[in-house]
């Protein structure tokens, strides 16, 4: 008996479609190849041209349809005539937040055949985990505005830290170091000058950390860690920190590896009551969609991350492996210096599966 599994393809806006589609055959073409497990994806349209349909960006029952699922894959949101923060709330923040995928994981490194804006790192040199805190923070949604149209308009934005929020992101990173060969991590906060849930964060991190002894950790302010992010790559493994501070972190990250089109996430429920969800970390690139250009290694890469989190570890191996080989051999699409489409990185990808399988 194979383990079978059932997967929402949700590709949404933008170059999302193209990437999902690269990522879907590559997986099928695994599954059919490996012949160790079968996976089956179902398409769900929602995104902008299913809010201009219906005015909604998912329907009513969003935890309902997911939860038929063991997985997601999703492509990007985000159109040029709706504004972000109405189409990142309408699709994305409304799945992670019933869901409750609290732990956003991004794993960055530098692909073999690659280069990184840093002249000081090689293949090996960046080889981080960032854990990013997913249902709260800074994106509580809280806040307002008072006094509209006023020259005293005034706007909050309230960050909202609750102590189980902190602790249980605080835990997943820890043992996410702890899975890691060099059991390091790096505690991300801003405790100087924001006096009430950073702190926090610094005192729920020291209290966690004494169950994990084996784990070395420290603690950067978030302006210093992007000085150490591009001075000392190499000092650094696993990283954690809030919201706002990750998902500015993350894009650093992703450009200092060599491009935000190799950079995946996955947006995990760590208790697996509920299906996650997993996408590449850029957004919908309106300058590239449709001229087959986008690299699709992001998805794919997010595809092996899905296929790790369900138990297919082998599997997600082979694929990896495939698309290492596919880099070495300088089939980079136009972001990373090269000339290739995302149709020829998608088919070279499943030639490697085939000779590796
Ligand atoms: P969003 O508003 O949804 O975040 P965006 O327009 O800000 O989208 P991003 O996706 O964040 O764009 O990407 C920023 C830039 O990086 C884009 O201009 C795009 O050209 C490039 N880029 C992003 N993803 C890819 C990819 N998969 N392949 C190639 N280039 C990419
Ligand atoms: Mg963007």
């Known amino acids: 008996m194979v383990n079978s599994y059932r997967i929402a393809s949700i590709p949404a806006d933008g170059i999302g479609p193209e990437v999902v589609d690269s990522a879907i055959e590559v997986v099928e073409k695994l599954a059919q190849t490996l012949k160790t497990f079968t996976i089956e994806f179902t398409h769900i349209p929602w995104g902008t041209a299913y809010y201009k349909e219906t005015g909604r960006y998912v329907d009513k029952n969003v935890l309902e349809i997911l939860q038929g699922f063991d997985a997601a894959l999703f492509g990007s949101v985000g159109a040029p005539d709706v ?5 990142l709330w309408g699709l994305l923040l409304a799945i992670r937040g019933p869901l409750q995928l609290y732990a956003n994981v991004r794993p960055v490194r530098i692909f073999p055949g690659t280069q990184s804006p840093l002249r000081h790192a090689d ?32 706007a909050t934005e309230v960050a909202l830290f609750t102590y189980v929020g902190i602790e249980r992101i605080m835990r997943f990173a820890f043992e996410t170091a702890q899975s890691r060969p060099r059991k390091l991590l790096t505690v991300v906060t801003k405790s100087n000058a924001m006096r009430n849930g950073m702190v926090l964060w610094d005192e729920v991190a020291a209290i966690v950390a004494k169950d994990f002894p084996d784990v070395r950790w420290d603690k950067m302010l978030v302006d210093a860690m992007t000085v150490r992010m591009v001075n000392n790559p190499k000092s650094l493994d696993t990283i954690v920190g809030t919201n706002l501070h990750m998902d500015i972190l993350s894009d650093l990250a992703a450009a200092l590896a060599g491009s935000i089109g190799v950079a995946p996430s996955s947006n995990l429920d760590p208790t697996r009551k509920n299906p ?14 449709g001229k087959g250009v986008a690299n699709p290694v992001a998805t794919i890469w997010s595809a092996a991350e899905m296929l790790s989190w369900l138990g297919e570890k082998a599997a997600a191996k082979v694929l990896m492996d495939s698309v290492e080989n596919v880099c070495r051999k300088n089939i980079l699409t136009p972001d990373l210096g090269g000339n290739a ?17």
């Open 276 to 289: 996650s969800l997993f996408e590449p970390v850029h957004g919908s690139a309106f300058d590239i969609t």
């Open 83 to 87: 504004p972000d923060h109405i189409s």
């Open 341 to 357: 489409s995302t149709k020829d990185v998608t088919r070279a990808v499943c030639d490697e599966i085939e000779t590796l399988g």
């Open 123 to 154: 293949e090996g040199d960046i080889d981080w985990i960032l854990v990013r805190e997913n249902s709260e923070g800074e994106y509580c949604g809280q806040g307002g505005r008072s006094h509209l149209g006023q020259v005293w308009e005034a």
